[in-house]
């Protein structure tokens, strides 16, 4: 869509996340992922997709949440300009959750006046739920917020690509490395020396395979997910595509895998 019929739209967005954002104090269930009291306040500016330049220096990237894929030209946009607006002038509270990773970012919950930035992003469908180091209370209220989200397909969610066929993963080298939501029926389950397989299609050297350390397996069934009863139903995954033959997702925390019948 050329750029010039793109601008309108992502302003009436702003002026609808603006009208959104009036909200006097923190909603309930989104306390999970505000930054625990003492955590420093500080000045915070964009730096592309979630990445956040910190004014003492150094950069964070915001914890639990992923940027709008690719595809999502229009969500991606209103991503950036949403953050440019919240973040002026306005100190933020910043909470470390864990070292710095190879590009040099903190991952770190961050608040606004009060408010979850993460929450307030994913709630708008400006940014995917990605389990990490986040809390696992905050990031099932994430994953509320963004069921809420994808109901009313707001931003992202009105794009074809937010949710993609575990049946279309395969033949499609582009998703090798990206991190990508799917949906599909498990066919059959699989168990190997190391890991327990979760497999989609009838081609088992070309269709989609989930993979699930055995190692990883207690604490996923603690949360009330019971492998055997996944064979046969509709599942949403989401974690990191591998492999640019067979693609593969690897699982090893109950919030990447929701049964959904």
Same mark, same amino acid.
């Given at each position: 869509m050329p750029r010039c019929r793109i601008l309108p739209v992502v302003i009436a967005l702003l002026a609808a996340l603006d009208a959104s954002a009036a909200v006097p104090e923190t909603p309930a269930g989104w306390s999970a992922c505000l930054p625990r009291r003492g955590s420093t306040a500080e000045s915070l500016a964009p730096a592309g997709g979630l990445d956040l330049v910190r004014g003492r220096?150094? %950069?964070v990237r915001l914890a639990g949440i992923e940027a709008p894929p690719p595809g999502a030209g229009i969500a991606a946009l209103t991503l950036a300009a949403a953050l440019e607006a919240r973040l002026a002038g306005i100190p933020a509270s910043v909470e470390?959750?864990?070292p710095a990773d190879r590009w040099d970012r903190i991952? *770190? #919950?961050? *608040? #606004? *006046?009060?408010q979850p930035l993460a929450a307030l992003l994913v709630r708008d469908g400006l940014a995917r739920v990605r389990p990490d180091e986040t809390p696992p209370v905050c990031l099932r209220q994430l994953l509320r917020l963004e069921e809420e989200a994808r109901r009313a397909r707001r931003g992202l969610w009105a794009e074809a690509d937010a949710v993609l066929d575990a049946g279309a993963v395969a033949g499609r080298p582009d998703l090798h490395g990206r991190f990508t939501i799917v949906e599909g029926r498990v066919s059959r389950l699989?168990?190997?020396? &190391?890991?327990?397989? #979760?497999?989609?299609? $009838?081609? %088992?050297?070309?269709d989609l395979s989930v993979t699930v350390q055995k190692r990883a397996l207690q604490r996923l069934e603690a949360s009330g997910m019971t492998w055997s009863s996944i064979?046969?139903?509709? &599942? /949403? &995954?989401?974690?990191?595509? *591998?492999? $640019?033959? /067979?693609? $593969? #997702?690897a699982v090893g925390r109950p919030e990447e895998i929701e049964r959904l019948d």
């Open positions: 220096g150094g %950069s470390p959750l864990g991952p *770190a #919950l961050v *608040a #606004l *006046a009060g699989g168990h190997g020396r &190391v890991n327990i397989y #979760l497999n989609f299609g $009838t081609i %088992s050297r070309h064979e046969g139903r509709r &599942v /949403r &995954v989401r974690g990191i595509v *591998a492999g $640019t033959g /067979r693609p $593969t #997702l």
